[in-house]
């Protein structure tokens, strides 16, 4: 770990707010973000920045959470907010897809967060030719994230309480495989040693 983990996204978001025409606060912004950065990256798994509306994000994935720093470049205001992931829902839709004459295969993925306190988060990206993009591969991560999270309450024994049939079914149901185009499992990347 870096003494900036965050690096290369703070300077995406800072590149982004020089292009908006806004550079005079990206030396306030950058300050901000890689002071609260270090406390949000305890365990991080991945990491991707994504642009906005009105700004830019920074999306992190830590053990059974996300978080996400938002920078909102009309107000010049930095906004952190960390989830908790367990019994989370996650869906995934294929959309755009487009196979023109050739090999070229490309389709827009829409991935969708539900917490159990109803609010949503999405994260879109982008299937070109079976190569993930920044934001799909995040997503992917998330589910694997999610999965594990689910295998490890199903195993930890709960005292005073009976199987809940239904209870199991619906989780049944959140688990189903999510694949890429080509029907291949998306699986999270194995680390690498460092």
Do not use: C
Request: net charge negative; aromatic share 4%; charged share 30%.
């Amino acid at each position: 770990m870096t003494d900036r983990p965050l690096g290369h996204q703070i300077d995406a978001v800072i590149e982004r707010l020089k292009v908006r025409g806004n550079g005079e606060a990206g030396a306030v912004i950058r300050e901000v973000v890689d002071e609260y950065a270090g406390a949000l990256v305890g365990g991080m798994k991945s990491t991707a920045f994504r642009e906005t509306d009105r700004g830019a994000e920074i999306l992190i994935l830590g053990p059974g959470r996300i978080s996400v720093i938002s920078v909102d470049f009309d107000e010049s205001t930095v906004r952190f907010e960390t989830r908790g992931l367990r019994d989370a829902i996650i869906s995934l839709e294929i959309t755009a897809l487009n196979i023109p004459e050739g090999t070229h295969v490309s389709a827009e993925s829409h991935w969708r967060l539900k917490f159990p306190d109803g609010s949503v988060l999405a994260i879109d990206g982008m299937l070109e030719d079976g190569r993930r993009d920044n934001l799909d591969r995040f997503a992917a991560d998330v589910m694997s994230e999610v999965a594990v999270e689910e295998s490890a309450s199903e195993q930890a024994p709960h005292r005073d309480q009976l199987p809940d049939t239904a209870q199991s079914q619906r989780a049944d149901t959140r688990r189903q495989p999510v694949t890429d185009l080509w029907g291949n499992p998306i699986t999270k990347p194995k680390r690498r040693n460092r």
